[in-house]
């Protein structure tokens, strides 16, 4: 039996390209691996799969044609969580999906699909935690700014969400941690990278509005205010709102 | 007066408010400002571990009623405020922007009548949507003795609305509230319930239709500032889900804010308490069970070391045990340590390949309490002898099963722990 080993260059669009080829080529025990990870390819000598728009598209295709449209959500979803050794996972949920010809999300006694199912869970339960979590400051430009740091790389899909919900005003998402943003003008999304502050020796945050120190203050009076104090449960607090989360939370400060 | 230090007067004023829901809506965005989505967004928690979403705020603190168990009563020497329909907007308005809030949850004091207050909660919703094209969750208190006609106006412009039912009982409403009565606070509950069926019914030829609160309504009442039983309680939410078609039933632990001898004289909010009483309305909303069967005339009371769902199952080892790859969804709903999360995901995973002892955690199920209600390809799950104690203390919800092992004598056995021997037979 034959070991082979596909690197991609770390992007969805890439490992979908190497799966492709794993397909036609039906690997008996094929190997995934980014350009950084390369234990394997030490070893047996990866392949390198170049990235075509293509065959990727054309495998979410026929992903969607036998699964359904949960099936090509789920497997980007779980792309998004960034966990380290996801591929062979994801690849054989591919390959469940396309012999078996339905959606296999229910599939929890599975173990590839029990991995692709809880890595596209965080990343959804982290989106959903991040649509009421993210805050947006106002600047002197009137663009308002969100900078936080996800576990994972939902900046896409939450911009997507921000731009149906806050369509009439500019924003940008940053996310601190992948040196990653979103910017929205009012008619369209566009992606970018950003040098982190440490990097770039740029001053960390943008100026803010004459009248944004004001309304920071009055969320933290209410924030205050709306709590009953008989009722004081800090643990249960901490435990639905993680500390970590707490350093761009505006009234979590001061 | 700032418009900071009103806020920090009717925010304190609103807090006893339990609802904080956002959900219920789907209203995608106009392009303006905001849109709803169905499952609501959580965003904040305060430190009393309650979560955040709306901007709850009272237009007002000064009321003419005095009710017995109500801070903002006009017998208490409180500081006073009253916001600007214009201010509550901006607030609204620039929490939303930066997304602090998902919406606003208004309600206020009666100053001057009834009709005078709710004219002024709908101007702010009108205000809201009409001049800012806001989309976001707006949910509106119907004030008890407002004119029909205005609540019903309210309804068009809010997501939700509702009325609190504040005591579970005439006599204690006579007692505690004696400037309401229940004919004023299930009048406009009347309204609201028409209004919503009304728009139901005309968004299923049109879909134009004007839209009524289409999250629907809700109500609160105080627990344990009346003498009313869990039991009854129950049947009073069980009456109100059936007959007002309620989307929920807000249980709030009376918070002893006022010194008056008409009430139990209370240190701490029995929060315990509510919380079963929580978990008895999910079972009932959820998981399909009646009022009658968690609790009856001779244990009116819902047990406070026990969950509700465990208390059931222990008075009916004869439901038990259920089989895992067999039963219905509904019968998996009735055993402990399986929600309706669980209970999906375990109906879903068997249709590819039958069920291990090992797959049940990895779907959300708590063998901890589920193993002594189970079979899983007809073999019994929990191992070893299953006392009638052991089952009991393995079942108290964050009790540890090992620290209370050596001390079966602390825990009552009642008549009932007979069936459960039977379950254990099964083994």
Redesign the interface.
């Known amino acids: 039996m034959s070991l082979t080993v596909y690197r991609y260059d770390g992007s969805f669009e890439g490992l979908l390209s190497a799966f492709a080829a794993a397909l036609l080529e039906q690997a008996a025990a094929p190997e995934f691996c980014p350009p950084e990870g390369d234990r394997a390819g030490l070893l047996f000598g990866a392949r390198e799969v170049p990235t075509r728009q293509g065959a990727a598209t054309e495998l979410l295709c026929h992903l969607q044609t036998a699964g359904g449209e949960a099936a090509p959500r789920t497997l980007a979803m779980a792309y998004l969580a960034e966990l380290p050794d996801h591929e062979l996972a994801m690849y054989e949920y591919c390959q469940l999906t396309l012999d078996r010809h339905e959606c296999i999300d229910g599939w929890a006694a599975h173990p590839a699909v029990a991995r692709v199912g809880d890595d596209a869970r965080r990343v959804s339960r982290e989106l959903h935690r991040f649509k009421g979590l993210l805050r947006f400051m106002e600047t002197t430009d009137g663009v308002y700014y969100a900078p936080y740091e996800p576990d994972h790389n939902i900046t896409v899909p939450l911009a997507r969400y921000f731009a149906e919900r806050l369509g009439g005003q500019p924003w940008i998402i940053h996310d601190r941690r992948r040196g990653l943003a979103v910017l929205w003008d009012g008619h369209s999304l566009q992606p970018g990278k950003v040098p982190t502050p440490a990097a770039s020796g740029m001053a960390s945050e943008p100026a803010l509005s004459a009248g944004e120190e004001t309304v920071q203050s009055q969320w933290r009076t209410y924030h205050r205010q709306i709590a009953i104090a008989s009722r004081a449960n800090p643990r249960l607090q901490r435990q639905c709102m993680p500390r970590r989360y707490w350093r761009y939370l505006v009234e979590m400060q001061g | 007066m700032t ?2 230090e009103k ?2 007067i009717l ?2 004023s ?3 408010d339990a609802s904080c829901a956002s959900s219920g809506t789907q209203r ?8 709803c ?1 169905q ?1 609501g ?13 709306l ?2 705020l009272l237009l007002t603190n000064r009321c003419i009623y005095d009710c017995a168990y109500c801070a903002n009563r006009r017998s208490n020497a409180i500081p006073r405020a009253g916001l600007e329909v214009a201010e509550v907007v901006d ?1 609204t308005v ?2 939303y ?4 809030i ?1 919406g606003l949850f208004l309600s206020s004091g009666v100053e001057r009548s009834p009709d005078d207050t709710m004219e002024q909660l709908l101007q702010v919703a009108r205000e809201l949507r009409l001049r800012h ?1 806001f989309g976001g969750y707006i949910h509106l208190k119907a004030i008890p003795g407002a004119d029909p006609a205005l609540v019903r106006r309210a309804g068009t412009y809010a997501d939700r609305l509702s009325v609190n039912i504040e005591l579970p009982s005439q006599e204690s409403l006579t007692r505690l509230a004696p400037q309401k009565s229940k004919e004023r606070i299930l009048g406009p509950m009347g309204v609201i319930s028409e209004g919503i069926a009304e728009y139901e019914a005309e968004r299923g030829r049109s879909r134009q239709a004007p839209s009524f609160a289409p999250a629907g309504q809700s109500t609160q009442m105080v627990v344990g500032a009346s003498p009313e039983s869990d039991l009854q309680i129950l049947h009073l939410s069980a009456a109100l889900y059936r007959r007002y078609a309620l989307k929920r039933v807000y249980y709030s ?1 009376y ?2 804010v006022n010194d008056d001898s008409r009430l139990p004289a209370l240190r ?2 029995p ?1 315990a308490r509510e919380h079963r009483l929580y978990q008895a309305d999910w079972l009932m909303r959820f998981y399909g069970f009646q009022a009658g069967e968690l609790l009856s005339p001779e244990t009116p009371w819902l047990d406070p070391q026990l969950d509700p769902k465990c208390a059931w199952a222990l008075r009916n080892p004869a439901f038990f045990p259920v089989e895992v790859n067999t039963a219905p969804y509904e019968r998996l709903l009735r055993v402990p340590g399986i929600g309706t999360r669980a209970a999906r ?1 375990l109906c ?2 068997r ?3 039958a ?2 002892p090992e ?1 049940l955690a ?2 959300g199920v708590v063998t901890r309490r589920a193993q002594f209600f189970l079979t899983v390809n007809g073999r019994y799950l929990a191992a070893g002898a299953v006392t009638p104690q052991r089952l009991r203390h393995c079942l108290i919800s964050g009790g540890s099963a090992r620290a209370l092992w050596w001390q079966p004598d602390l825990f009552d056995w009642r008549a009932d722990g007979q069936g459960i021997a039977e379950v254990a037979a099964c083994h």
């Open positions: 418009s900071g806020l920090a925010a304190d609103a807090k006893y995608g965005g106009s392009g303006r400002l905001g849109n989505s499952s967004v959580c965003h904040s928690w305060s430190s009393d571990g309650r979560c955040i979403s901007l709850k607030l620039s929490f922007r930066r997304n602090y998902e094209g632990a918070v002893p701490t909010p929060l995901r879903d995973a249709r590819f390949a069920l291990r797959d990895g779907v």
